[in-house]
């Protein structure tokens, strides 16, 4: 019977990428780890990892175990919070992997409430806007925020939430400028533009009237954080998702412009993989996320 810490080691090294970075990891001595994949090779009687001063690379049957010993580990570590969950709360670390606007304007207010329901759950947050492999780079929970429908990754998926994009201007703005009574008027206003390619705004009605107009680009951004802050400067007119608008427009600092016109909506997803989306800790962070808040903007969460 294979010693699972031994599986565990070899697993980080490969998910790190090498020895080092795996000590880094797990504060363990570079060389205990080293070493106990050495035993581990001997034991099962072939060569899992080609090493040289420059190269850390699986062999084709260290692939392969690779894959099992990783399912291994989760389904130990399963076994393990199975009796944890009967005799304690939910327990254990959970990575989560986001993207900087859902960090920065939906998870950031609800990490404190859910530290506090869950006190014996270490998050582990990880703020990118880069594909992010979960499997491989060893994160539970991916959330990520999209207006098209995602593509088949064979992950388990959770709806977080669905929210308008509408259009704001900043109340110096609107003052200066006046109020567009329909989105034709937008092409008289200064507009802030998510990108370089989104001169065309392209809005829709409650009825489903759909109207394509341009505003006078004055700035293109795709990131969340600067088009608010455009806004609130009053450069122009500007579309943001409500959620990201909403306690400026509380405050009264930015105007909603054309109510019952958005621009689509956007969602928000937990992405899993399958057996770590079965763990306790897992199950108990994406619950607690796709409970409704009505302090985090007004979202309609779905399961």
Request: hydrophobic share 45%; glycine share 6%.
């Amino acid at each position: 019977m294979l010693n699972l810490n031994d599986l565990q080691l070899f697993v980080r090294a490969v998910d790190s990428g090498g020895f080092t970075a795996a000590a880094r990891m797990i504060g363990a001595p570079k060389s205990t780890i080293s070493k106990r994949v050495a035993e581990l090779e001997v034991e099962l009687g072939a060569r899992l990892i080609h090493r040289t001063s420059r190269n850390f690379t699986l062999t084709e049957v260290g692939r392969e175990f690779y894959e099992h010993a990783r399912a291994s580990l989760i389904e130990a570590e399963a076994a393990e919070e199975v009796v944890r969950r009967r005799l304690a709360e939910p327990v254990g670390r959970v990575r989560i992997t986001s993207s900087v606007p859902v960090a920065q304007f939906q998870l950031a207010d609800r990490l404190a409430a859910l530290s506090r329901e869950y006190p014996r759950i270490h998050l582990d947050i990880h703020v990118t806007d880069r594909f992010v492999d979960l499997i491989h780079e060893g994160f539970d929970i991916a959330i990520r925020s999209h207006m098209a429908p995602l593509p088949d990754s064979g992950l388990m998926q959770r709806r977080m939430s669905v929210e308008p994009v509408i259009v704001v201007a900043s109340r110096d703005y609107v003052a200066e400028h006046g109020k567009p009574q329909s989105p034709l008027q937008l092409a008289d206003h200064a507009g802030v533009n998510a990108g370089p390619s989104s001169n065309v705004w392209r809005l829709r009605s409650e009825t489903g009237e759909e109207v394509r107009v341009s505003p006078r680009a004055c700035l293109s951004a795709d990131e969340a954080g600067v088009l608010l802050r455009a806004a609130r400067a009053g450069l122009g007119v500007v579309r943001l998702p409500e959620t990201i608008a909403r306690p400026d427009l509380d405050r009264g600092e930015l105007v909603h412009l054309l109510p019952g016109w958005t621009e689509g909506t956007i969602t928000t997803t937990i992405l899993m993989p399958h057996r770590r989306g079965q763990l306790p800790a897992v199950r108990a962070v994406v619950d607690f996320l796709t409970k409704p808040d009505l302090s985090i903007g007004r979202l309609a969460p779905l399961k």
